[in-house]
Each structure stands twice: as C-alpha cells, then as structure tokens.
C-alpha cells in the first residue's frame, strides 16, 4: 500500500534554532498538505499545496514558518527561528480528489528545548 | 465555518464492552464529507470511514459500526465487543466541497479498553 513518507521521525531542537521537515507524498496526488497538531488537540491545517502552489496557508505563522513545494511532489516545512510553543506533531498528507480520505504520513514529532 | 465537536474527552470501558464515540458537527453547506480517524499511540492518522452528506445509510465494518443523522448533525461511531487494540484516540473530521479539501477535526476522544 502506497504511504506517505515523512522525516526526520522525531527532532529535539533548542529555541532559536532552524528545523526542517521533510515530505513525499503518494505518488500522482496532487494535493499535499501540512497540519500540526499539539498534544490533546485535533490537528490543524498550516498550508495546503496543488501541485506546486500554495491554495491555502492563512494558518501559517509566517514570520518564522515557511513552506515549499518547488516541482509539486515533495514539500518542506522549515521554522526559523524555533520557539517553545512550536512543540508539537507535524503531520503531512496527501490526496488525489476531493473529498475522499487523505493518506496521512506518520508524523514529525518536535520538541523544542 | 465548519466545526465538530467530540465532547468525550476520555472514555474507559472492560474488553468486550461496547463503545460509542459521539460526534457533532456544523456546517452551512449542503454537500459536506465525514471522517473518522484513529491515531495509535504511534501518532499516525489512520483513516477509517468516509461518508457524503448525501449518504444516511448506516454503515457496518466488522467490529465498528457509524450512525450518520443529518437532522441531528451527527455521525456516532460504535465498536462492538471492543479489545485492548481499539485503545487510541479517535478524530472525527469534517470537509465540505469547494473547501480544497481542507479537514477541520474535533478534539479527539481518547478511548482506553482495559482487560
């Protein structure tokens, strides 16, 4: 079964610092996305791309969060600099038609010290 | 806007029990998908069910059972004789067409089935 494919699986960052988060979505879909979800909450959307362009990112906190997705299959997620309250699980997920189920990756779980 | 609510926070129930999990949601639109999704200790999002708005029909997987009712906005999810492996937390999720897609959870229900 196709997945989608995420790493690192787990970063320890101190506050201040640059991390990266890297993701490959399910071969042929179109549509990735970025949420984050902290602990005892539902996830929440940070940026959604088609193919290469950004259709949605007014949850991003833009001033030290950024994403790209250059040729439209794997995508980035970078904050710079890393605060305390970034902590959290990273997730990225995939689809190929509206409305059906994403494919969610297994995550990025961050902490920031 | 879209919202759901889970407003079961943590259930405990004995293996074999049954279980339901609630879940209420609004929205404006007419066409709109559900979703459950269980995430195991592990962290990953595993999806479940989807179900349009136009589908009421009750649906049945093995263990696990979904009660759609539009008057009530509602879409109640049942595990029958549950086991220690149905121990996570369970989303419910909601997107409505023209909306790119985008889910918008609740809060989640953890559900601990103990022996």
């Known amino acids: 079964e196709a997945e989608v494919a995420q790493s690192p699986r787990y970063k320890i960052t101190e506050k201040s610092q640059a991390v990266a988060f890297w993701c490959d979505p399910i071969?042929?879909?179109?549509?990735l996305y970025w949420y984050r979800q902290i602990l005892g909450q539902g996830p929440e959307l940070l940026v959604q791309?088609?193919?290469?362009?950004?259709?949605?990112d007014s949850q991003l906190p833009k001033d030290r969060f950024s994403a790209e997705r250059l040729k439209g299959v794997d995508s980035t997620l970078k904050i710079q600099p890393a605060e305390l309250g970034d902590s959290a699980m990273y997730l990225c997920?995939?689809?190929?038609?509206?409305?059906?189920?994403?494919?969610f990756g297994s995550g990025t779980r961050l902490t920031v010290v | 806007a879209q919202k759901v609510t889970q407003a079961q926070t943590e259930i405990s129930v004995v293996e074999k029990e049954d279980v339901t999990l609630d879940c209420v949601y609004e929205t404006r639109d007419t066409t709109y998908y559900l979703f459950w999704y269980k995430q195991p200790p592990s962290g990953e999002l595993v999806f479940l069910i989807r179900r349009n708005s136009f589908d009421e029909q009750n649906e049945i997987s093995g263990r696990y059972s979904w009660n759609f009712q539009k008057s009530t906005s509602s879409f109640n999810f049942t595990i029958t004789a549950s086991q220690v492996v149905d121990s996570a937390v369970y989303f419910c999720?909601?997107?409505?067409?023209?909306?790119?897609?985008?889910?918008?959870f609740g809060t989640g229900t953890q559900l601990k089935v103990e022996l």
């Open positions: 071969s042929g879909h179109a549509t």
């Open positions: 791309f088609q193919d290469e362009s950004v259709v949605d």
């Open positions: 997920a995939s689809s190929s038609r509206e409305g059906y189920g994403y494919t």
């Open positions: 999720a909601l997107c409505f067409t023209g909306g790119g897609n985008k889910l918008t």
